[in-house]
């Protein structure tokens, strides 16, 4: 089955213990992307890539770092999370050419405390 | 730069009634236009999407959009509503090509169908 997968799904943690939440796409997607989701803010991008080790902010990028050293696999890291990082994560991906249609995983529910 | 504009945040109908969720979008060039659904608890689901073309799109469980090209707008709809599409619903734009690829999303729109 095509799909996006996240985990931890839930995820509760303290201020400045560094964690990662990891991301597999398993359609041969090049483009893959971070989102958060906070209550009348919509969906935000934090960071994306367009290949292996291609990576770029997106409009929210202050406090979590990326990585793509395979194609299948995109993990969000937070060096020292703080609680204004509190929201629900999705990753994402799609090809790059085409309908550009983009698959979200189930989301990441974090909260800092 | 694109942006979007979800004119409602909250549509309460009743079970059986039509729904419009309305979507404006601005952008300097031609752009995809998508509508995803987020039920709760649950992750993104692609409703449907205007590439080119038609401008009337039908998607899944009996939705559909019209594109406006004059209007900027892509506004839902569905003429009778169940339950079971309580859900959050957003808007998105992106560029054809070149540039982040980055899908632009409104704030949302909240359905809420009450029996």
């Known amino acids: 089955e095509a799909q996006v997968t996240q985990n931890p799904r839930y995820l509760i943690t303290v201020t400045g213990k560094k964690l990662t939440v990891t991301c597999s796409q398993n359609?041969?997607?090049?483009?893959m992307s971070w989102y958060r989701q906070d209550p009348g803010l919509g969906l935000r991008q934090i960071y994306y890539?367009?290949?292996?080790?291609?990576?770029d902010k997106g409009d929210v990028p202050e406090g979590y770092k990326v990585s793509r050293k395979e194609k299948r696999n995109f993990p969000l890291i937070l060096e020292s999370p703080s609680p204004n990082q509190t929201s629900l994560y999705f990753c994402?991906?799609?090809?790059?050419?085409?309908?550009?249609?983009?698959?979200f995983g189930p989301g990441t529910r974090l909260t800092v405390l | 730069a694109q942006s979007v504009t979800q004119l409602d945040s909250q549509v309460p109908v009743f079970e059986e009634a039509p729904v419009e969720l309305r979507c404006n979008y601005s952008?300097?060039?031609?752009?995809?236009l998508f509508w995803y659904v987020q039920y709760p608890n649950q992750g993104l689901q692609l409703l449907l999407k205007?590439?080119?073309?038609?401008?009337l799109v039908k998607g899944i469980n009996g939705f559909e959009a019209e594109f406006n090209k004059s209007q900027t707008s892509f506004h839902l709809r569905k003429p009778s509503v169940h339950i079971s599409d309580t859900a959050e619903y957003f808007c998105?734009?992106?560029?054809?090509?070149?540039?982040?690829?980055?899908?632009?999303f409104g704030k949302g729109t909240k359905l809420t169908v009450n029996p």
């Open positions: 994402a991906s799609s090809f790059l050419r085409g309908t550009r249609e983009q698959f």
């Open positions: 359609m041969n997607h090049e483009y």
């Open positions: 998105a734009v992106t560029p054809p090509q070149g540039g982040s690829e980055k899908l632009v």
């Open positions: 205007y590439l080119s073309g038609s401008t």
């Open positions: 952008s300097s060039v031609s752009v995809y």
């Open positions: 890539s367009m290949n292996v080790e291609v990576t």
